[in-house]
């Protein structure tokens, strides 16, 4: 019987679904182990090969930590609310529900064909009512609770209200807006419930605002910042402007510390962690007000560099910041006006990273240097950020480059802060320059300059010393269709939260899902979609990120009708051991997560500060592009005639991509390639040898490149269990790597070969029971051990390549002895699920599976070398290895020597003079 791959997958993966083979209990007498996987978007391209490189790393973990006797809980569902399903809706009218269901089916079918170990009793879709009435739970929790600094934790928003009522605003120290108000327990008692909750609203975790957001007309909705690209919309490449607009936002800065400090405790890529670190961008410094009489107000500004205070020449805001109008004069309206206009149309990220453009504005206005009372001009400039610190910043031209290139473009001073005329030096508090310019600060030290700064502000009641972080509080808002409805009513103007029992809040019926006539978000469109048939509903919906923040505890407790997870799901399942899955999430899903899970710790739903103890982020396997080239005419068009890779040099032509289904072993199937495209159909060929080669170039997969490679058709040709293997061959997973179906048959053959090791020429199966050989223990107790240590590592690639190496050995030794190859499968087992199960039933191990077999016990003594293969030379020429055991001495090594046949015919009738023996090593005869 030859090694059929088809058969025998789908055999097994129709026992697996059908025995729930990896339906995980809760209740167990096994250590437990949670490997989890990023969970995708269900797009309507299904995977390429590039998509299951973590999925099958996961999976093969977890199929060996089943086997080294841990209960493990691999689960998989779908984020299946976002914008592509809803694209799609808008050009063709189809629900984004259909759309969704239809490509989750085509995931399902291509997961199950490639074997994976998911407990798919426990499937989730974020877009499912039963599990977004948890994330709704989870938003009107974060609405009812404020950040204690006191206690370094959430709380109810009601002991808050406590401590208001009994004691005003006195004593509470909570991460809050700026302009909380000062309040005794009377004056609070007399605001009416409006006001009350217009001052709690500033509290609020999950809160009601104005803010400066990315708005894509194009798409209709907002988008967070990593969904921007160079200035437009990662979907669909749309331009996104700078708008402010009444937006719901996560108060995430109030864990910023706890963000920072939770870092130090995960076993996480470093470079993912120090992206985490320069977002979160934690600065000791002050902060610091410039009057501005004229308003009646203060300007605020963020300094880590108070002590360069002095070397102000001009301030600096950025263009939506509230005072601008204010601050505007009538003869600079319309250049304020104009660059606020122009400065719309560009992203946050463009700002921050454009060093090199200097532009800005002048309000016509002025502001108090809060020490010496100057006048300083105050300007916009899109280099400074709303939503960052302040949105103010002090400019000092001496002590900062981009200040200092400012000042340059538009003549402004520029004023020595040091008695150094160094910009660099003076900038670098290490360097021995003196402050000047100031009578209390002539002649000190930096470390003495900044808390004498600092004391004076404070008596003036302009400044303070202060932390700032660069991280800002979360949009939680899309002006989208697609999403979970916000479960909050508006009354008097105010939210309100709709009643617990009353969730989940279910997406209305919408006729279009486009923003109504007036502007309003889709969800306007919805007829008599009230609040007790009276409120006005939220018409955003939460964002991409929402359902993702807290799904890992869903997988806990799936079916739980009446909480998001059972306290004792929770506390078994703790949390995720092993997370796998794209470093471009860093600052987008990690943040968030961690974010949610710690709240959701403070509010004393689980015990764990962190939700991911370990995680890898997964290289991208890049596509292999092949290339045809045409020959161009007289006049540089494009004719029907494609020339051979080897003789393109002798023609003019240019490199067109071409399917790399149609090319093997970059020789293009001509027949294909006529029908690749219409005009191709009467294509002529220069050939070399007969055969058309086509080039060859390493890029990233994509349709329009047509390098994209379907696992389909891998499986087909080769099985799950050769697309696997082949994955993992590719290089370190961690690294990205090139796809190259030319190699694949390597690994196919190294299957084969393992067939061919329980089966005898006739194809029969054929299985001795007795007893190995030393060097047959030797072969797979190399492998038990090699597989355990690159497993543990995460170093899959080098296991692969360990196999084959270990088959090859024991097809020399024509080995098929039950005790060596039962365990060899074992070890197999993960990598390659389908055969070994097949194996197993053969060796006589049905109906069970292999899935839950011990792993084999390494014995070292099986690597301890008993023999030696001594090189023999005479008289330092190099004549033969001859085996030996190692425990023999020079006495014995000379009698073997000089009975040994072939020795005695290199000698050629020669005596022996002298025997160099060294253990172990060599043997030199002098003659």
Known sequence: MEYNHLTIEQKWQKFWAENQTFKTET???????????????????????????????????????????????????????????????????????????????????????????????????????????????????????????????????????DHLSSTGSAGIHAEADEDVLELTAEQWNQLSEEEQQVELLKYRLAYLRESTVNWCPALGTVLANDEVINGVSERGGFPVEQKKMMQWSMRITAYADRLLRGLDTIDWPEPLVEMQRNWIGKSVGASVKFPVPQLDTNIEVFTTRVDTIFGVSFIVLAPEHELVAALTTEEQRANIESYIDKTSKKSELDRMADTKTVSGAFTGSYAKHPITGEDVQIWIADYVLAGYGTGAVMAVPSGDQRDYVFAKHFNLPIIPISDSQDITEAADPNKDGKYINSDFIN????????????????????????????????????????????????????????????????????????????????????????????????????????????????????QNKNQFASPEAVDYWKAVDLYIGGSEHATGHLLYSRFWNKFLKDMGYHNEEEPFKKLINQGMIQGRSNFVYRVLDEEGRGTNKFVSLGLKNQYNCIPLHVDVNIVHNDILDLEKFKAFRPDFNNAEFVLENDKYICGTEVEKMSKSKFNVVNPDDIISQYGADTLRLYEMFLGPLEQAKPWNTNGIEGVYKFL?????????????????????????????????????????????????????????????????????LQDLIICLEPYAPHITEELWAKLGNAPGTISFAAYPKFNPEYLVESEFAYPVSINGKMKMNLPLALDLEQPAVEAILKDNAEIQRFLDGKDIKKIIFVKGKIINMVV
């Not at 223990?777 to 190496?805: C, G, P, Q, W």
Request: charged fraction near 25%; include cysteine.
């Open 443 to 558: 002649g000190l030290t930096y470390q003495e300059a900044v808390p004498a700064l600092v004391e004076r502000l404070e008596s003036l009641r302009l400044g303070k010393a202060k932390v700032n972080f660069r991280m800002r509080d979360a949009i939680f808002g899309r002006q989208r269709y697609w999403g979970e409805p916000v479960p909050v009513y508006f009354k008097n103007g105010l939210p309100y939260l709709i009643k617990e029992e009353e969730l989940p809040l279910l997406l209305p019926e919408v006729d279009k899902y486009l923003p109504t006539e007036s502007g309003e978000p889709p969800l306007g469109r919805a007829e008599d979609w009230k609040y007790q048939d009276e409120y006005e509903y939220e018409l955003s919906t939460m964002p991409g990120w929402a359902g993702s923040s807290w799904y890992w505890f869903r997988y806990m407790d799936p």
């Open 27 to 161: 209740s167990t007498d096994k250590p437990k182990y949670y490997v989890l996987d990023m969970f995708p978007y269900p797009s309507g391209a299904g995977l390429h090969v590039g998509h299951p490189l973590g999925y099958i790393a996961s999976d093969i973990f977890s199929r060996y930590k089943r086997l080294k006797g841990f209960n493990v809980l691999h689960p998989m569902g779908y984020d299946s609310f976002g914008l592509p399903a809803e694209q799609y809706a808008i050009q063709t009218g189809q629900h984004p529900a259909i759309t969704t269901e239809t490509n989750i089916n085509r995931y399902r079918e291509q997961m199950d064909n490639i074997g994976f170990s998911y407990d798919w009793s426990r499937e989730i879709r974020t877009s499912n009512a039963d599990y977004y009435h948890w994330t709704q739970w989870i938003f009107m929790k974060l609405f009812d609770a404020w950040y204690n600094k006191d206690t370094d934790k959430a709380e109810p928003i009601q002991t808050l209200i």
């Open 752 to 820: 084969r070969k393992v067939w061919r090791l329980f089966h005898d020429a006739e194809g029969n199966f054929n299985v001795s029971d007795e007893e190995p050989t030393k060097a047959e223990y030797k072969a797979l107790h190399k492998i038990i051990k090699k597989v355990e240590d690159d497993v543990e590592r995460f170093s899959f690639n080098t296991s692969v390549s360990a196999f084959m190496i270990c088959v090859n050995e024991l097809t020399d030794l024509k080995c098929n002895k039950r005790k060596i």
